[in-house]
């Protein structure tokens, strides 16, 4: 039988994850929009509609916030597109179309935020390049496993990795202008790729 007392705590902690979950998609939004000089802890904790100490609460620095907000994004886009292929593709063009979605959504705007304001802030820097190792290996692991892809095979691995690298490509040159009729034919020469590299 429960006490008062874990009764009471157990929708404090709701309250908490909640409010920790709004703190972390407020700051990808923010950063997508405003990039990293424009997005304070201030900022984000308004968005959110928390208080400035609430979001210090859950994120002492803001270097903690941007960090934890980009990889909670990261591992929602990765369940989403595991989702999307619970059993692998049967057609790889889709699967390929969603691969290289998730370059050009919010995540990787924010993304990229990150990048360039770690290039010039040291103490951003070390943070980022482990957080950006960690999501790369995953959406690897992640394209890997949908394509069906044997990488003992020679090649096989490399060619998985250079469609990631051309699909965040793509995510750069979306930024600036409408890429999507280039990018359908693109990703469609490499499922003829993938189709004969992977058999």
């Not at 900022?43 to 609430?54: C, D, H, L, P, W």
């Not at 999507?180 to 990703?187: D, N, P």
């Amino acid at each position: 039988m429960s006490t008062t007392a874990e009764r009471d705590r157990a929708p404090k902690q709701d309250r908490s994850r909640a409010t920790r979950q709004r703190l972390l998609e407020a700051a990808v939004a923010c950063l997508a929009e405003h990039g990293w000089a424009g997005s304070t802890v201030s900022v984000v904790a308004e968005r959110a509609g928390v208080s400035r100490g609430a979001a210090q609460h859950h994120f002492p620095t803001r270097e903690d916030l941007f960090t934890a907000a980009v990889e909670y994004v990261a591992e929602e886009r990765s369940t989403a597109l595991r989702d999307l292929f619970p059993h692998g593709a049967a057609d790889r063009r889709a699967l390929l179309r969603a691969l290289v979605d998730l370059y050009t959504g919010p995540l990787f705007r924010a993304a990229l935020q990150l990048w360039v304001a770690a290039s010039n802030e040291e103490q951003l820097r070390g943070r980022v390049t482990e957080l950006e190792a960690r999501v790369g290996r995953e959406t690897h692991r992640i394209a890997v496993d949908l394509l069906g892809a044997d990488e003992s095979r020679p090649g096989v691995r490399e060619t998985v990795q250079g469609f990631l690298d051309m699909a965040r490509g793509l995510g750069l040159a979306n930024l600036l202008t409408d890429d999507t009729a280039r990018r359908e034919r693109v990703v469609s020469q490499w499922a003829a790729l993938l189709d004969g590299a992977l058999g």
